[in-house]
Nanobody, 117 residues
Framework: QVQLVESGGGLVQAGGSLRLSCAGS????????MAWFRQAPGKQRELVAR???????NYADSVKGRFTISRDNAKNTVYLQMNSLKPEDTAVYYC???????????WGQGIQVTVSS
């Protein structure tokens, strides 16, 4: 069973930065498409950013220009650099992996990000 473990969340003031990390145990991590989702209280889980196995990225409109997703396949890790944070970015952030070779989806346990005004 593949595991995804997030780290780097916490409390930050508006305008600040955080970097989330997600470490995967999958030995074929480099072939997986990875993404970050988030879920705020009372709201549906939404896609924040995605990076393919080839390195192509896309972002939700609400985070474009502020967040950057990247990956280090040698470390089996995907990152989310979050700058210019806003109170509306407050949510539980989830790492997600999709393995095209198997069709399996994997989720991390989630990590809290709180942005104070």
């Amino acid at each position: 069973q593949v595991q995804l473990v997030e780290s780097g969340g916490g409390l930050v003031q508006a305008g600040g930065s955080l970097r989330l990390s997600c470490a995967g145990s999958d030995r074929i991590f480099s072939q997986n498409h990875m993404a970050w989702f988030r879920q705020a209280p009372g709201k549906q889980r939404e896609l924040v950013a995605r990076i393919t196995s080839g390195g192509s990225t896309n972002y939700a409109d609400s985070v474009k220009g502020r967040f950057t997703i990247s990956r280090d396949n040698a470390k089996n890790t995907v990152y989310l650099q979050m700058n210019s944070l806003k109170p509306e970015d407050t949510a539980v952030y989830y790492c997600h992996g999709f393995a095209p070779l198997t069709g399996n989806n994997y989720w991390g346990q989630g990590i809290q990000v709180t942005v104070s005004s």
